[in-house]
């Protein structure tokens, strides 16, 4: 596993084409509504009434995710994926056909007539843009997939707001042409993107589309409910735009009156941040170990209060030095502490929003993939226009922008602490995470190919220390439901991580025969509900390191519901001080192998019907090995 890299995801067509025509369409809008304001200032109309488009067009360009989300989330559930790509892309060329003969013959409601266009073209794709990456990424790509597609959005709308300011700047009288050539390219080379991807199976092709928005609006935002932890990661994900759209919103003033910068700087602070987020997009694949890990959510929550903190301490009040370039705020005292902080809330921003993605759509049914994120864009669209009014609102009320920087990492840190509290398996996660990867370097061999991606399957692996589940729950990327003897389930601390990642406890028939008789209904109903769920036949940890034999328990639960079994192996966990080897008081002492590497084996699975205690057992004995 270690040696896959997400960047490989770009010489496949599964993947290479849908992330060109994302990247391309994110550029156009961003070229555009910057192109506009460019005319503005060709035009030379007034501050006041260049101050009056430049807020009305982007309510207008949201105005479509507030109606028509719910309709393109049905869409895109029933149309198959390519196809409704390549008919947005179309209605792209069209759209910036008519922003053309805006910007030619200078005609501003044209123009705005088109921005609403956009709008509901982006609506429509919007959906389809995050659904379909689970139908051609595995789920142990998806975190990399969608680091890339974060990273090429953030990088796309950056450039394109470069281009479309510099459009009339650069180009003069001959601005108006340039512009709607550029839109018009850029559209056009998308939809030939777009009909290079391949087909893509419809979600739910059978679903009756309700053309009410209303009501269907209210539909898809109780679906996206329907599960806690999904239901919060949308909650994040909006949260993420939310602290976006004030920071971005406040450069602009930031950059002159703060910063001491020219107009000009604005770009570098956005560009500090948006390459911030584009490497915290695509470090989330190296740090997760290709699983879908929600424990990088709250280390990105607490980062971004880190540095919105530090960026209110390292400049609380006006710049004492004005007009400066960025050659010259870079080579000025106290600059690079703010450099380091508009990156370092970009790079957490990127450790907050990727898992959540990802965790959206490995917990979503893929019928429902598409209404689910046209929820998250309906959602979206409000967290946006309430930090727009509360940008507004602070500035009307005197706040200074370092002033209201401060408010928004204490914000912040009070909606992370609310999350993480209704849905602790997110604090569990980065807890469990945190520790395994301190501690260790997990080498995985076989799971992507042997692990099921989805389904029920029973898991099978030797105990060797207290840590194991821990370690095999941050190599697996499906979550997984463990089966854990009651005592090890019950030692303090560890047993707040089990219980919120639903352990199953189990006790010996002579020492707690109900619970037992519980624990095996609990693993029944888990594998009938398409889980994975983890068992250690062996019973109780190694006390010599050597393998014990497996008991019949296995045989109990394959009798019930003969699913496909995964033998698995942990190699070199028995050194660790988490193991038996030493006495308790030596299990106190510092690891002797502090980031040891340690080998996660899995092989290919064996039909429940034909498995038994002793196959099992010989199969994690040989991917065991001499490697206790």
């Not at 961003?30 to 007034?46: E, H, K, P």
């Not at 379909?132 to 890339?148: A, I, K, Q």
Request: hydrophobic share 50%.
């Amino acid at each position: 596993m270690s040696g896959h890299s997400q960047f490989a995801l770009l010489r496949q067509r599964r993947f290479l084409p849908f992330f060109i025509v994302q990247s391309l369409g994110a550029f156009n809008d961003n070229v555009y509504r910057q192109a506009i304001i460019g005319l503005l200032f060709y035009l030379g109309v007034s501050d006041e009434e260049r101050t009056l488009y430049t807020n009305l067009a982007p309510a207008i360009f949201i105005l479509p995710y507030f109606l028509f989300s719910a309709l393109a989330g049905q869409i895109a559930d029933k149309l198959e994926k390519s196809r409704l790509i390549v008919i947005t892309t179309t209605m792209e060329i069209v759209i910036m056909t008519l922003a053309a003969a805006g910007f030619l013959t200078q005609n501003m409601t044209l123009l705005l007539i088109a921005l609403f266009c956009t709008g509901l073209q982006s609506t429509l794709f919007g959906p389809v843009k995050y659904s379909v990456l689970p139908s051609v990424l595995r789920p142990e790509e998806l975190t990399g997939g969608n680091g890339l597609v974060e990273m090429g959005t953030s990088m796309s709308i950056l450039t394109g707001m470069i281009v479309g300011g510099l459009i009339f700047t650069l180009a003069g009288s001959q601005g108006p042409t340039v512009a709607a050539t550029a839109v018009i390219a850029l559209a056009v080379l998308g939809n030939v993107c777009a009909r290079m991807i391949p087909k893509v199976d419809a979600g739910a092709p059978d679903l009756k589309i309700n053309w009410n928005p209303l009501p269907e609006s209210l539909a898809v935002l109780r679906m996206a409910k329907k599960q806690k932890a999904v239901r919060n990661a949308i909650l994040g994900v909006s949260w993420f735009w939310f602290v976006g759209t004030i920071l971005t919103s406040q450069l602009p003033t930031y950059a002159i009156t703060n910063l001491g910068g020219e107009p000009t700087l604005y770009i570098f602070a956005l560009a500090l941040f948006s390459i911030g987020t584009g490497v915290g997009s695509l470090l989330c694949e190296k740090l997760s170990g290709r699983t879908v890990e929600i424990g990088l959510v709250p280390l990105g929550a607490f980062g971004m209060t880190a540095f919105l903190l530090d960026l209110y301490f390292a400049r609380a009040g006006e710049a004492t030095a004005q007009g400066l370039s960025v050659t010259a705020f870079v080579q000025h005292a106290g600059s690079l502490r703010i450099i380091l902080d508009l990156l370092g809330i970009g790079l957490f921003t990127g450790f907050f929003v990727v898992p959540l993605f990802a965790l959206i759509q490995s917990r979503t049914p893929k019928s429902e993939m598409s209404r689910v994120f046209a929820a998250l864009n309906i959602q979206n669209s409000g967290f946006i226009v309430a930090a727009a009014g509360i940008g507004l609102a602070a500035h009307a009320a005197g706040v200074t922008i370092p002033q209201l920087f401060l408010g928004l990492a204490i914000a912040n840190a009070l909606v992370a602490i609310y999350i993480f509290t209704i849905v602790p398996e997110f604090l569990m996660r980065f807890l469990s995470w945190l520790m395994v990867r301190t501690l260790y370097r997990l080498r995985p061999h076989g799971i992507e190919a042997n692990v099921p991606d989805e389904g029920a399957a029973l898991i099978v692996c030797n105990h060797v220390s207290y840590l194991d589940a821990l370690i095999l729950s941050a190599s697996i990327p499906r979550p997984v439901r463990f089966v854990m003897y009651y005592r090890i389930f019950n030692i303090p601390v560890m047993s707040w991580i089990f219980r919120t990642a639903k352990t199953i406890p189990i006790a010996g028939a002579k020492e707690d025969r109900a619970l037992m008789l519980r624990a095996f209904d609990e693993i029944d109903a888990a594998l009938a509900e398409g889980e994975l769920v983890c068992i250690f036949p062996e019973g109780a940890l190694t006390r010599d390191g050597q393998m014990g034999a497996f008991k019949s328990g296995v045989e109990k639960i394959l009798e019930r519901r003969p699913v496909p079994v995964v033998p698995m192996a942990l190699r070199g966990m028995w050194s660790s001080m988490w193991s038996r080897r030493d006495s308790r008081l030596g299990r106190m002492r510092v690891p002797r192998r502090f980031r040891a590497t340690i080998d996660v084996v899995a092989a290919p699975p064996v039909e429940g019907s034909t498995a038994t205690a002793e196959l099992l057992e010989a199969r994690v004995r040989t991917l065991r090995g001499e490697h206790a």
